[in-house]
């Protein structure tokens, strides 16, 4: 019923089932797998929690829940869910990469380095986990150590769009604005909905000033998938403002 799409009807069904037995595993898991990918995520975090009372130790979720929570930011709330993981299942790669993004999101790269380097112990393939850690590693100024990890990632697969972009991010640095812009017109054909690249070109654009409609294009792409990054509208405004000064001393 639900992999139909039919998600009212779902969902109807599971209410009913829980109206007989407000614990039925089964009926829980389902309902609140359906809130969070409706992006009812306050509705799908009770249903969650109700299922950990009942099995606070189920891997699959623990894992819902604390995915879940990273996806709402609350970082120091979802990487309590993964310690558990960790703690009951170790080694257990996923759960060491999400510990390394959060810690990454709370800007703790080092430590977040540390937790990726675990991950690719069990699996140095994953690429992923090579660009996460190209990030942090970038962040923290060792650029040159971010592009081998970023290599090592294209190595294992040529196509993987987010290592083109941040390979492309950490040229950039160096000044290599033509090599650049190169990888991150590569990802974009990839993916063309890679934020971060959209991001990168709308900014280098906005630089070059000679061709400010185009910088506009690329953040109102931006825009479409984070409608709510205040940076990137503050900078389309600015933009606007430039070319509308422009054209005004041009008319005169």
């Not at 209410?15 to 409706?38: N, P």
């Not at 960790?86 to 990454?104: H, M, R, V, W």
């Not at 990137?232 to 005004?248: M, P």
Request: charge should be negative; glycine fraction near 4%.
């Amino acid at each position: 019923m639900y992999n139909i799409g039919n998600i009212d009807e779902a969902i109807t069904y599971f209410e009913r089932v829980l109206a007989e037995d407000s614990t039925h595993f089964a009926a829980l898991i389902y309902k609140g797998m359906i809130l969070e990918r409706e992006g009812r995520e306050d509705d799908a975090r009770k249903h969650f929690d109700r299922l950990i009372t009942i099995n606070p130790q189920d891997l699959f979720l623990l894992y819902e829940r604390g995915i879940l929570l990273f996806d709402l930011q609350n970082y120091a709330e979802a990487i309590r869910y993964f310690e558990i993981i960790l703690e009951n299942n170790s080694p257990d790669k996923q759960a060491l990469t999400f510990k390394g993004l959060i810690l990454a999101a709370l800007e703790n790269f080092s430590e977040a380095i540390d937790y990726y380097n675990k991950a690719l112990e069990i699996d140095p393939t994953d690429t992923v986990v090579l660009v996460n850690k190209g990030i942090s590693l970038n962040y923290l100024c060792y650029t040159n150590e971010a592009i081998s990890c970023y290599n090592k990632a294209l190595e294992l697969n040529p196509d993987e769009s987010a290592a083109l972009t941040q390979k492309g991010i950490a040229l950039s640095k160096f000044g290599a604005y033509s090599e650049a812009i190169g990888y991150i017109d590569k990802a974009l054909q990839i993916n063309p909905y890679d934020y971060a690249a959209l991001t990168w070109k709308g900014k280098y654009l906005e630089t070059q000033k000679d061709d400010l409609y185009a910088a506009i294009r690329y953040y109102n792409k931006a825009l479409e998938i984070t409608p709510q990054d205040h940076i990137i509208k503050s900078k389309k405004r600015i933009i606007l403002r430039k070319i509308l000064e422009g054209e005004f001393q041009e008319s005169y």
